[in-house]
């Protein structure tokens, strides 16, 4: 539920109403909004007991929130949230692109990929140190001496690092090194991850399950955020279907539904939503049309040599192309004021 404040609510009153609620064991949380400060209660209500905040001063209106998650619903924060990683926003109207390897070979590949992503306007370079691979023989990743190539490529380049974290105990490990924590999609519901970055203190990239339903990865959202981060944002990479001629099936009405339930902003990963390059270049058009606040693709300086996944990464040719497309799509929907429609 939320405790809705009246315009001209005084510090006194909304302290009265966060001292009723954690006097009954629960997390009061206050919100900005345009005119008025809500104050969200988080936890069981019903220890609440027959507290009245109607009656309290100051307080407009109480709101019961239907949801299971509540720190992710747009109901309990009804402004959009632009999450802040190191300097650049996402979810201020500027599509962000993130970009790189799919895994980090070598010094020599991962800066020739950086030195390109950022030539191109990208603004994260992406690179997998730690592969959790479907099979235990395909290519695992260098670890922590990937984790070292990256701070250095962000050194040389000045893009933010986004990379994944796949283990409990390798959280404070890629946190050391890295701007923004992926949970992968075979992670979404591994709660202890989830409770473990939620602490780390960095901004988090939450993919999509490989069959997840909203509801699931809303609720895996807030696994992070109940931790104590707010900082979360959501990737649609594609989810399992009968669909055997893409990787996954990429669902872009996605964008639309989360930007319904949620304040968090949300990028699409159109690599792994088809597993083609050649689809790569429509779906992220597509995507930006959509309302996505930014992209994540595979770029690699020579995908027929890429360790791994390279049937879906770009060259770096395609990869200006495409980065050429966003900006003017871009451009386009912010000149004619063309707003994304939610439902």
């Known amino acids: 539920m939320v405790v809705i404040m009246q315009p001209d609510a005084s510090a006194s009153n909304i302290k009265d109403v966060i001292e009723v609620i954690e006097q009954a064991g629960l997390q009061a949380k206050v919100m900005e909004g345009t005119q008025q400060k809500i104050v969200g209660v988080i936890g069981d209500k019903t220890k609440l007991g027959d ?44 599509p962000v692109v993130m970009a790189g390897p799919c895994a980090v070979e070598s010094r020599e590949q991962l800066f020739e990929a950086a030195d390109i992503v950022k030539e ?25 001496l ?71 990865w809303l609720n895996a959202a807030e696994y992070i955020m109940n931790e104590g981060n707010p900082d979360v944002v959501f990737c649609e990479r594609g989810i399992r279907s009968y669909e055997t001629y893409t990787r996954n099936t990429l669902d872009l009405s996605a964008v639309a539904a989360i930007k319904h339930l949620s304040h968090l902003p949300i990028i699409v ?17 597509a995507a930006i049309a959509a309302g996505a606040d930014g992209l994540m693709m595979e770029m690699h300086p020579n995908p027929a040599r890429a360790l791994s996944d390279g049937p879906q990464s770009l060259t770096p040719e395609n990869f200006r192309e495409v980065m050429d497309g966003v900006h003017k799509i871009s451009a386009f929907m912010k000149q004619e004021h063309i707003v994304p429609m939610t439902i």
Not at 193 to 210: D, E, F, I, M
């Open 51 to 94: 507290a009245n905040f109607e009656s309290m001063d100051g307080v407009d209106e109480v709101v019961s929130i239907s949801k299971s998650y509540k720190l992710a619903s747009r109901e309990f924060h009804p402004q959009s949230s632009v999450i802040d990683v190191a300097g650049v926003q996402i979810g201020g109207g500027v």
């Open 120 to 144: 191109a306007g990208a603004q994260f370079l992406r690179g997998g140190a730690y592969k959790p691979r479907t099979s235990p023989y395909s290519f695992q990743g260098l670890e922590e």
């Open 146 to 216: 990937g984790l070292k190539y990256l701070a250095e490529a962000r050194e040389r380049t000045g893009l933010r690092v986004v990379t994944e974290v796949t283990t409990v105990e390798a959280v404070p490990r890629v946190a050391e090194y890295a701007d923004m924590l992926q949970v992968g999609a075979r992670n979404m519901q591994n709660f202890g991850l989830l409770k473990a970055v939620g602490r780390a203190g960095k901004p988090v990239l939450l993919k999509r399950g490989l069959a997840a339903t909203l509801n699931e």
């Open 269 to 285: 990963d159109p690599s792994h939503g088809t597993g083609k390059w050649r689809m790569v270049k429509p779906m992220a058009f």
